[in-house]
């Protein structure tokens, strides 16, 4: 979320860059001169700075190293012996401008990745048994650092037994599908000389590309691992990173619209950018881990523990041209997407409305939010809370009953806009109380006493709702103005964060310029009720599950998030409308959950995720692991076709939009994906049923 001018709150994760080999002629003094500027801005403006001393030393220490490796691929706990003499000495450090530790790191990772290759070479030079019964636990955070070299070599050899296997099963399938003339009448031994052969052509690229990365890039990793400490949502920006968040701000791209974060050692998508390419094609989904990344027609490359930087960059491409992803599934399947990359269309990020039907024939307006948007270069530019003052006067004037407004996903965006917005369905008063260090709370809020909408309101949430989306929704629900309907609770991101110019802070050394930019967080924000949304988020009125019910997700899922807190209430209150029976409305949805074949199958589908993820290991014996995929993906496509009716009836444009479709034939395609998508939504489903209820409450 973001003030007018350079404040703001963001939903970015800090790029998580990986290993490579080290260049041993840094700039020293530039070196030095960053993290002093990092560490003094961090002292001056965060909202609860860090002592940076031992303590704060050994964490640095312990989050640097599960990002050096998180593949526990090339360290083992011999080289953390030596590294082990620094782990309360990165303050000392930081204060000299020294780096002996990051050197030394460096040092131990290229031995490692030169060792790693030798060993992925010999064992890729003989046969697997795949009838040996072993399992190889996929998830990193589960295995500790090597022993030594030989347990390393046991790992690699697990590893690449695994994507062997794996690639053999793909062209097995291909070869009984006869979906490749190159594999008829190949043996399986022959099969699987071609799967070592492909996978260690893919190795040998990906080190390749590993031995020309920049030491500015583990230096980020390694600024980013002492910013994180002390909270995660503030970060050292590279000035490249800085231009691709300016590029992010502005949604002015090329590419296939979705937004990255490094997961281990995949780049797994965390949003799927509304109206863009990844969007309209339909396979790509928030937690899927890229896996490969293909040009068109050429051979797929594989981007496991690429750094993000890279993986986007070939990913990104210009309108028109071929990009095919190789996805691996929160299930655990595995999938090839092909999308046709294009200008993210910005018109579909904005505010936009629907006139919905409950199954008793009461017309409601819909507005969907993507995100609370703002121009911040230009004072005239547009804003989504005039987007939705239009839309809440385009549903008046078609006389709906009552109104969802849809925040799903929403990352937040701009404080000022969702200070208005929350004022079209109250009278003047408070919305949002913001607090920096040091000082008492401010209470912003709605200094209109008009209001837009008057009538009953539903507010939609999920895990992925965020700042600007919880203020609105936490504010709603303590007017009592609205019934908010969701997963167990929104994403709980209660802070905000400011750029610094690192430039700005150093006088003179115009030749080490530019430095890059910190985000840092400067202030906490709190609900009117003087309770705070960071950690537990906001917790909807009507809980629905989902996939994720019984996962942790979100900012309570962060390493160093800032701790909940509350302080007091402000003075509110409405006259407008009152959100009546919430208990009543709870139970009955309660019921139609419980009677809901598809929202039971979402509660099973969400305890076997639950068990996957308690449970990464895959057995190495092909039959064994073949006969579990294929389970796994009938299952998957089963569950999917829940998905897949109708449940939404009396969907339709408001008539003063019609003209604008009819005349654009893309837009039209774009809306007509849109009413089908909202068409099948179970959840849109459910929050009518709730506003049917709330429109009979007594």
């Keep these: 979320m973001r003030f007018r001018g350079p404040f703001f709150f963001s939903m970015l994760f800090l790029v998580v860059v990986l290993a490579a080999f080290y260049t041993p002629v840094p700039n020293s003094e530039k070196e030095a001169i960053l993290i002093h500027s990092i560490l003094n801005q961090l002292n001056r403006y965060h909202f609860a700075p860090k002592a940076v001393d031992d303590q704060f030393s050994a964490q640095a220490y312990d989050l640097y190293l599960d990002r050096l490796d998180p593949g526990r691929r090339w360290l083992t706990k011999e080289d953390l012996n030596q590294l082990q003499i620094y782990k309360l000495q990165l303050d000392e450090e930081a204060e000299a401008g020294t780096y002996e530790f990051f050197n030394l790191s460096l040092d131990l990772l290229h031995v490692g990745i ?8 010999e064992l890729l030079a003989a046969p697997f048994d795949f009838s040996i019964a072993e399992k190889f636990d996929l998830d990193s955070e589960n295995r500790p650092f090597a022993q030594n070299d030989a347990q390393l070599k046991e790992y690699w050899r697990k590893t690449m037994k695994y994507e062997t296997m794996t690639r053999l099963v793909d062209k097995l399938e291909a070869q009984e599908n006869g979906d490749d003339e190159e594999l ?13 052969e492909d996978l260690l052509e893919t190795l040998d690229n990906w080190y390749e590309r590993i031995g020309k990365e920049k030491r500015l890039d583990y230096l980020s990793t390694y600024l980013n691992s002492i910013v994180n400490v002390f909270d995660p949502h503030s970060g050292y920006f590279e000035p490249v990173e800085k231009e691709n968040f300016d590029i992010e701000m502005s949604r002015k791209l090329e590419g296939i619209g979705a937004r990255l974060m490094m997961d281990g050692d995949f780049a797994k ?5 509304v109206g863009g390419p990844a969007w309209k094609q339909g396979e790509l989904e928030e937690n899927d881990q890229i896996t490969k990344v293909a040009q068109g027609n050429e051979d797929p490359i594989d981007v496991t523990g690429m750094n993000l930087n890279e993986v986007i960059s070939m990913i990104r491409g210009k309108k028109g041209t071929e990009v095919r992803l190789t996805v691996k599934k929160v299930d655990g399947s595995a999938k090839e997407i092909t999308i046709i990359r294009d200008v993210v269309i910005l018109e579909e990020g904005f505010a936009k409305s629907l006139l919905l039907h409950t199954p008793s024939k009461e017309k409601i307006g819909y507005i969907r939010l993507p995100r609370f948007y703002d121009d911040f270069e230009d004072n005239e530019g547009r804003s989504c809370a005039d987007d939705v003052a239009a839309e809440l006067e385009k549903l008046k004037a078609e006389n709906v009953q009552g109104i969802i407004l849809d925040l799903r996903n929403n990352p937040g965006g701009s404080l000022r806009d969702v200070i208005t917005m929350t004022g079209f369905f109250i009278e003047q008063g408070p919305v949002v109380q913001v607090k920096s260090r040091g000082h008492t709370a401010e209470v912003l809020g709605d200094r209109d006493p008009g209001v837009k909408w008057d009538g009953p309101l539903t507010v939609m949430v999920n895990h992925n709702s965020a700042s600007a989306s919880e203020i609105i929704a936490a504010a709603l629900q303590d007017y009592n103005r609205a019934v908010v309907v969701g997963t167990t609770s929104t994403y709980g991101k209660g802070t905000v964060q400011r750029f610094f110019d690192l430039d700005y802070s150093v006088m003179g050394f115009q030749d080490i310029k530019p430095l890059g930019a910190l985000k840092a967080t400067i202030q906490k924000y709190y609900r009117i009720n003087g309770g705070s949304v960071q950690l537990k988020g906001v917790t909807p009125d009507i809980i629905l599950p989902d996939n994720y019910y019984y996962l942790a997700t979100g900012e309570k899922d962060n390493e160093f998030a800032m701790e909940w807190t509350e302080i007091k209430p402000a003075e509110y209150g409405q ?8 208990a009543k409305l709870a139970e009955h949805s309660a019921k139609r959950v419980e009677n809901s074949e598809v929202f039971q199958r979402i509660l099973e589908n969400a305890e076997k995720l639950k068990q996957r993820r308690d449970n990464s290991e895959y057995s190495l014996q092909l039959d064994t692991y073949r006969a579990e995929q294929a389970a796994l993906e009938a299952e998957y496509d089963e569950y999917e076709k829940l998905f897949d009716r109708e449940v939404v009836f009396g969907v339709a444009n408001l008539p003063v939009d019609l003209p604008g479709l009819e005349g654009d034939e893309g837009r039209k395609a774009r809306n007509d994906d849109w009413v089908g998508n909202v ?17 009979g409450s007594k």
């Design 114 to 121: 030169e060792k790693s290759q030798a060993y992925y070479r």
């Design 184 to 196: 008829v009448g190949k043996t399986q031994d022959e099969l699987e000389a071609m799967c070592r």
């Design 269 to 273: 998508v965390t949003n799927v950018v």
């Design 575 to 582: 006259h407008v409308y009152q959100a009546k029976a919430k």
């Design 679 to 695: 068409k099948k939504d179970v959840y849109i489903q459910e929050t009518l049923n709730v506003m049917h209820d709330l429109l």
